[in-house]
């Protein structure tokens, strides 16, 4: 061996490779396509991030409730109650029953549309 170290290591892919010129190219060919696919993960990630993050749209606002409903965990609505958005996650909504003294729930906007005018973030079908 020697203590040539990574000059060393560096002649023998050359080598392998079919000379220096080679062994530069796939170098950079390889940098680039690493850099790049690192570049489409953080892209992707950043949008995930932000789209969880986006603002909740309905917080503070009351809701009536025009038909009864149990949402799990101890939520039951009947017409007529009515509730406020405390903040939202993407499906899971946290709310407070006006009146209710078990605030406050967390619940899924599906269940919240079902039971009174909640919107709901349904895409319409692309056909």
């Given amino acids: 061996m020697g203590n040539l170290g990574g000059y060393q ?5 050359a080598k392998k490779m079919g000379g220096p010129v080679a062994l530069a190219v796939v170098t950079a ?4 396509a690493i850099g790049r696919g690192a570049e489409a993960g953080g892209k992707a990630a950043k949008a995930a991030v932000k789209k969880r993050n986006a603002p909740c749209s309905t917080k503070g606002q009351v809701f ?5 409903g149990e949402g799990g965990k101890g939520l039951v609505l009947r017409a007529g109650d009515q509730y406020r958005v405390i903040e939202c ?13 078990n605030n406050p729930y967390f619940t899924s906007a599906q269940f919240l549309a079902s039971v009174s005018g909640f919107p709901t973030a349904e895409k319409p079908d692309a056909e």
């Avoid at 009536?64 to 009864?68: I, K, Q, R």
Wanted: zero cysteines; hydrophobic letters at 50%; proline letters at 0%.
């Fill in 9 to 13: 290591t560096m002649t023998m892919l």
């Fill in 29 to 32: 060919v390889s940098g680039w």
């Fill in 64 to 68: 009536a409730v025009v038909t009864d």
């Fill in 89 to 101: 996650d993407g499906e899971a909504i946290l709310i407070e029953v006006l009146g209710g003294t």
